[in-house]
């Protein structure tokens, strides 16, 4: 066998980009970061950096996550963050062409959470904000904000994010994954709007209910009930500690 050469390969960079998904104002939101630098500068993006030579992908994620948002990763040997985040890797993206620097080889990160706080930008981004995954996919006139959102996401970020959106939209049905957007406390009502804003409908209350009780280790009474929705005392609830559901959660046909 022949030495093996590295000279004889061409050099490129690995990357991380952040599907940051969260749940505000009964919206299923994402994170983006104004570029402030080239190429594409002024341009919203989903946050991101190069992987170090001495880290790995997790932790380049997790470090670009908060470099550039101020928010943290839950990771198995860390402490809980008071903001803590579901971290999982998405998909690897490696047209030639989807970085006009050079070579560049993205491995995307899907990141959920419970309604978090406004981001904090850093790194190189000039500024972060939450929006619907809406205003991002499909950005017009009419859902831009002063036509901040105007333009297209930056690089292939578009097609990023729709992949990690309907990754979420399918780990719901047949995992416990949807916990991960509500507080460590929680009521099925909060729960089942979670659920809607995720898949886009509407869910009957009453249906939802007997689904979620009723499917073994996936929901665990707290004994204690809390008034925060208006009316009547609702139970509370913690994610039990089945991962995956059955039978599933299934999708309406819309």
Request: charge should be negative.
């Amino acid at each position: 066998m022949p030495p093996y050469d590295p000279s004889a390969f061409p050099p490129f960079a690995v990357t991380v980009d952040l599907v940051v998904l969260t749940v505000r104002r009964h919206a299923l939101c994402a994170l983006a970061v104004r570029r402030g630098e080239p190429p594409f500068q002024g341009r919203w993006a989903l946050p991101g950096g190069f992987v170090r030579a001495d880290e790995d992908l997790e932790a380049a994620a997790a470090r670009e996550l908060a470099e550039e948002t101020g928010l943290h990763a839950q990771t198995p040997a860390g402490p809980t963050p008071v903001y803590g985040a579901h971290l999982e890797q998405l998909a690897t993206y490696g047209d030639p062409k989807r970085d006009p620097r050079m070579r560049v080889v993205s491995v995307a990160h899907l990141v959920l959470a419970p309604d978090l706080p406004a981001p904090t930008a850093g790194g190189d981004a000039h500024s972060a904000r939450w929006a619907p995954v809406e205003t991002l996919l499909e950005p017009d006139d009419a859902h831009a904000r002063e036509g901040e959102l105007a333009a297209p996401l930056a690089f292939d970020h578009a097609q990023i994010l729709a992949d990690g959106v309907e990754r979420a939209r399918s780990k719901i049905e047949y995992s416990s994954l949807a916990t991960a957007f509500c507080p460590p406390e929680f009521t099925v009502g909060e729960l089942r709007r979670v659920y809607e804003a995720v898949w886009g409908v509407a869910l009957d209350p009453r249906n939802f209910h007997r689904k979620v009780t009723g499917t073994p280790g996936f929901l665990v009474p707290t004994g204690g009930t809390t008034t925060r929705q208006g009316g009547r005392p609702a139970q509370l609830f913690r994610a039990g500690g089945a991962t995956l559901l059955n039978p599933p959660m299934l999708r309406p046909e819309v």
